[in-house]
């Protein structure tokens, strides 16, 4: 069955500095997809960046990259130079390519708070 | 660009009640999804509907009902609300296309009592 898995709760971070936010997942199918949003107090979903399975270099958007690793079924998250905004739960999401309609299935979150 | 609303931001309801929680999207998309979100446990599946009038259910359908008469509205509904449905509701839509993200509501958090 799929299992997503964040084991950190709640992590901090100093301003500038990066942060890595772990994932580990499980699956049978070959090919998925891996996403992460963002969560902050207001409430909203905030689509960060998403990693095929397929996909031989690993994701960037702009400050998050995805550091996956395969193998190890892991899809950590690396927020470079932390600001005060990304403050926020983080979710780490798998989809299964073929299922239908795309659902996902979310980890339990971890909690960032960047320390000015 | 991208938009999807749901009809309340914060609702209190009492037990015994029934519950409509309306969600629209302006993005012609095919699917829309309705998750609870619980601390601790991450955001749940309750329905999912990959095309008018048709839905599936998701991880924890007890005690929901779905409809989606129109491409754009997906409606979650509450038979008769008790208080462990207490909880933060939100919606998503996705294009039909296999890769794509999921395109979140602003939520609804409900209160029953």
């Known amino acids: 069955a799929q299992k997503i898995t964040q084991t950190q709760p709640g992590m901090f971070v100093q301003e500038k500095e990066a942060v890595t936010l772990d994932c580990t997942y499980d699956t049978s199918d070959p090919s998925y997809g891996l996403f992460w949003y963002k969560q902050p107090s207001s409430g909203e979903m905030i689509f960060l960046i998403y990693q095929g399975s397929y996909d031989q270099q690993n994701a960037t958007e702009g400050r998050y990259s995805l550091n996956f690793q395969k193998a190890r079924k892991s899809a950590n998250l690396v927020i470079s130079a932390s600001q005060l905004g990304d403050s926020a739960m983080y979710f780490c999401a798998m989809r299964e390519v073929y299922n239908q309609g795309g659902k996902l299935i979310f980890g339990q979150g971890t909690e960032l708070s960047v320390k000015p | 660009d991208v938009k999807v609303t749901q009809s309340s931001r914060y609702l209190v309801k009492r037990t015994g009640e029934k519950v409509f929680l309306e969600c629209v999207q302006d993005m012609d998309h095919e699917n829309m999804f309705w998750y609870r979100q619980d601390p601790g446990l991450g955001l749940r599946l309750i329905y999912f509907s990959y095309d008018v009038k048709m839905k599936e259910k998701g991880d924890i359908p007890e005690g929901y009902s779905v409809s989606r008469e129109k491409k754009e509205r997906f409606s979650l509904i509450l038979e008769s609300a008790s208080t462990n449905q207490t909880s933060m509701y939100l919606c998503?839509?996705?294009?039909?296309?296999?890769?794509?993200?999921?395109?979140f509501g602003p939520g609804t958090r409900l209160t029953v009592t």
């Open positions: 998503a839509s996705r294009t039909g296309l296999r890769s794509g993200e999921q395109y």
